[in-house]
């Protein structure tokens, strides 16, 4: 069951991505004022009713309180109904091959950016008694070979998110996850194009190695259905405005997960490597020698 907003203020990161957008435009709709969190100005929300663009910067603690304050200040003195963590970047490829600038990256905006919003806007969610709604993935359940470095940052942010429930809830602020599934959304291109790019960084002697795994990997990942990022959108104005918001909201694929982590290990290990397209003698080390290593950072969304 939901309620109305009644005035009450969200405040999204990672508003300017294809899910934020969604989101911000979804909960407007239904009378929320949205704070979106942006690096930079957005044209796609501008003129949206009841949407206003705030300046941050998740990776700077800065940037981050200016933020909190800048909210406080319009909110003038009432609490914030809820704080939606949704920024994230992507980062893929072979764990050997993974560059430690880009892995430092991917935990800097995933976990530390996400418990830096946390820490900043959670005395105005006391005040609000107010909710903690943190977009995940599926892949903080189950690891995905070639996506470790994303997978690891989504199992820190919901670590992070079962400790908060517990330690909030005398507050009486509860804590969701929404896990979406394959989504359309803008970020995929650009984790492509970045995946790229980082190939120049990467020993041609290493990639080869991996090759022939990752460009049957990249043909299972076209084959993907993507849901439109409305579906994402639509789970976390319920986590949002439910009475009493769920745990977890699984989209989409995301569902199928729970399946597989009630699996014997090795037998997951199977499943996974064929739905992959990834198993297989003539997809081990070296084999084909052809193809393309992706190990790449994807701008914030």
């Known amino acids: 069951m939901s309620e109305g907003s009644d005035g009450r203020a969200v405040f999204l990161t990672g508003a300017s991505g294809g899910i934020g957008v969604s989101t911000a435009g979804a909960l407007a709709e239904r009378g929320f004022t949205v704070f979106a969190g942006v690096r930079r100005d957005s044209p796609e929300l501008d003129g949206i009713p009841g949407v206003r663009q705030i300046p941050l910067e998740l990776t700077e603690r800065g940037s981050v309180r200016d933020a909190a304050s800048a909210v406080a200040d319009l909110l003038g003195g009432a609490g914030l109904h809820a704080l939606v963590n949704n920024a994230g970047i992507m980062i893929q490829g072979p764990v050997e091959l993974v560059p430690s600038e880009d892995l430092e990256r991917q935990f800097a905006v995933n976990v530390h950016g996400a418990v830096h919003a946390i820490q900043a806007f959670l005395p105005l969610l006391r005040a609000g008694r107010g909710r903690l709604v943190n977009v995940s993935a599926p892949t903080a359940r189950l690891a995905v070979p070639f996506a470790a470095p994303v997978s690891a940052s989504k199992a820190a942010l919901q670590s992070i998110s079962d400790a908060l429930r517990v330690e909030l809830a005398p507050f009486g602020i509860t804590v969701s996850l929404v896990e979406p599934g394959t989504t359309q959304t803008p970020l995929w291109a650009k984790t492509e194009a970045a995946a790229r790019a980082a190939l ?88 084909g020698g052809e193809g393309e290593v992706t190990s790449a950072a994807a701008p914030r969304a």
């Open 200 to 287: 120049v960084r990467a020993d041609p002697r290493l990639t080869t190695l991996y090759a022939a795994r990752v460009k049957r990997l990249e043909v299972a990942a076209a084959k993907t259905r993507r849901h439109p990022a409305e579906g994402v959108a639509k789970a976390i104005v319920k986590a949002v405005t439910a009475r009493r918001p769920r745990i977890r909201y699984a989209v989409g694929s995301a569902r199928q997960v729970g399946m597989l982590t009630r699996l014997p290990t090795r037998t997951r290990d199977r499943v996974l490597t064929a739905a992959l397209g990834i198993g297989g003698k003539d997809a081990g080390a070296g084999a």
